[in-house]
């Protein structure tokens, strides 16, 4: 099992340009997340997914768009990019655990804006 | 809303000492869930402990123990003789809504001097 794997692991743009961030998961997990963690803030939720076709809003969505076409995928879209989503992205999958949610997470990716 | 705070922001022990890393938390959830996640210096997320609301017992895993106190909203991590393997960020999180928010703390950095 690969786990959580999150494509790229570093990317530079420049202001105003796009990008889509892949995580995907071998796990069958039902829901999937993404947050953004920067210095001093822990980790911050962007969006979610429960379940394939659905998507929610988290903490701090704003600028940011989602899509969850399939299961095992996760896509996180960046339109028009700025120097404030200067940020290192984390993705996580969790299941159902006797009614827990543990979350797995993928190992990040470094994004800079200039 | 939901809230987990770490006040210390950054800790430094030497070698073999005893450290605590405090967690309080803000639910109005009956039913939440608590975790510890080890961040490391090579940035990945690494999971430690998970706990329910509704089972108060400690646990002690090794050289970690972990203090849940509902009475006080706090769930706090003890390392017993300190490695400088252990220096790493510490974050408590808090899941509530059965897995649709989950929230953590802005983290404490422990730093273990040899």
């Known amino acids: 099992n690969a786990g959580v794997t999150q494509t790229p692991k570093f990317r530079v743009l420049k202001t105003g340009q796009s990008m889509t961030l892949l995580c995907a998961q071998d796990?069958?997990?039902?829901?999937m997340y993404w947050y953004r963690q920067d210095p001093g803030m822990g980790l911050r939720l962007i969006h979610y997914?429960?379940?394939?076709?659905?998507?929610a809003k988290g903490e701090v969505p704003d600028g940011y768009n989602v899509s969850r076409l399939k299961k095992q995928n996760f896509l996180l879209g960046l339109e028009s990019a700025a120097p404030s989503q200067t940020s290192v992205y984390f993705c996580?999958?969790?299941?159902?655990?006797?009614?827990?949610?543990?979350?797995?997470f993928g190992p990040g990716t470094r994004l800079t804006v200039t | 809303a939901q809230k987990v705070t770490q006040a210390q922001t950054e800790i430094s022990v030497v070698e073999k000492e005893d450290v605590t890393l405090d967690c309080v938390y803000e639910?109005?959830?009956?039913?939440?869930?608590l975790f510890w996640y080890k961040q490391p210096p090579s940035g990945e997320l690494v999971f430690l402990i998970r706990?329910?609301?509704?089972?108060?017992q400690n646990e002690i895993s090794g050289r970690y123990s972990w203090n849940f106190q509902k009475s006080t909203s706090s769930f706090n991590f003890t390392i017993t003789a300190s490695q400088v393997v252990d220096s790493a960020v510490y974050f408590c999180?808090?899941?509530?809504?059965?897995?649709?928010?989950?929230?953590f703390g802005p983290g404490t950095r422990l730093s273990v001097l040899p």
């Open positions: 996580a999958s969790s299941y159902l655990w006797e009614s827990s949610y543990e979350q797995y």
């Open positions: 796990m069958n997990h039902e829901y």
């Open positions: 997914s429960v379940g394939e076709g659905t998507t």
């Open positions: 639910t109005r959830d009956t039913t939440y869930y």
């Open positions: 706990r329910n609301s509704f089972d108060e």
């Open positions: 999180a808090l899941s509530e809504n059965e897995g649709q928010n989950f929230v």
